[in-house]
T-cell receptor
Framework: AQSVAQPEDQVNVAEGNPLTVKCTYS??????LFWYVQYPNRGLQFLLK??????LVKGSYGFEAEFNKSQTSFHLKKPSALVSDSALYFC?????????????FGKGTRLSVIA | DAGVIQSPRHEVTEMGQEVTLRCKPI?????LFWYRQTMMRGLELLIY????????DSGMPEDRFSAKMPNASFSTLKIQPSEPRDSAVYFC????????????????FGPGTRLTVL
């Protein structure tokens, strides 16, 4: 079975400060990991993914995420938050050899960047 | 590319009526997913197709829900009869892959259909 947890429902950060949105996962094998962002009244948009190789993955809008196998984590980070980053963020996982199983999404974390 | 297209964007109907939501996936994608999003339950996977064949419909809440994919460029999600608790935003997504083996391809989401059942 595969699952993903986003332990924080809400994250508040001041504009210009670094931000972190947490994600931990559970798979029986090796994971593919994804981050999506959802702005109000919009569909989910792909931000970045980890497949293999370098543990630090860079994505859209200055976001990056670090894969940590020992801690089974894939936290999303940005060095300097913008008010426009305020949105709902979803982490997702898929076991590399899970056949026809689709992505499993977390419950989402609402990020609020305060000016 | 136009991305995943969903119609209608908004639907308001009365309890007991039939509702049909439509989706056109990205050309060349062979997997299609239907999700429902509510404040209470978050994002739920309802059903997904691979090469037009339903693979897993265990997320479909009741027999009132049905989905079809008659060809690679079109899918429908139907609710009959609709109930107020079906009010939600319904998303369609598509991706390449999932045909056995491992797939690291991301899913692309449509803009969603906001359904309100009175």
């Amino acid at each position: 079975a595969q699952s993903v947890a986003q332990p924080e429902d809400q994250v508040n950060v001041a504009e210009g400060n670094p931000l972190t949105v947490k994600c931990t996962y559970s798979v029986s094998g090796n994971p593919y990991l994804f981050w999506y962002v959802q702005y109000p009244n919009r569909g989910l948009q792909f931000l970045l993914k980890y497949i293999t190789g370098d543990n630090l993955v860079k994505g859209s809008y200055g976001f990056e995420a670090e894969f940590n196998k020992s801690q089974t984590s894939f936290h999303l980070k940005k060095p300097s938050a913008l008010v426009s980053d305020s949105a709902l963020y979803f982490c997702a996982v898929r076991d590399r050899w899970s056949g026809n199983t689709p992505l499993v999404f977390g419950k989402g974390t609402r990020l609020s960047v305060i000016a | 590319d136009a991305g995943v297209i969903q119609s209608p964007r908004h639907e308001v109907t009365e309890m007991g009526q039939e509702v049909t939501l439509r989706c056109k996936p990205i050309s060349g994608h062979n997997s299609l997913f239907w999700y429902r999003q509510t404040m209470m339950r978050g994002l739920e996977l309802l059903i997904y197709f691979n090469n037009n064949v339903p693979i897993d419909d265990s997320g479909m809440p009741e027999d009132r829900f049905s989905a079809k994919m008659p060809n690679a460029s079109f899918s429908t999600l139907k609710i009959q009869p609709s109930e107020p608790r079906d009010s939600a935003v319904y998303f369609c997504a598509s991706s390449q892959g999932l045909a056995g083996g491992a797939s690291y391809n991301e899913q692309f989401f449509g803009p969603g259909t906001r359904l309100t059942v009175l």
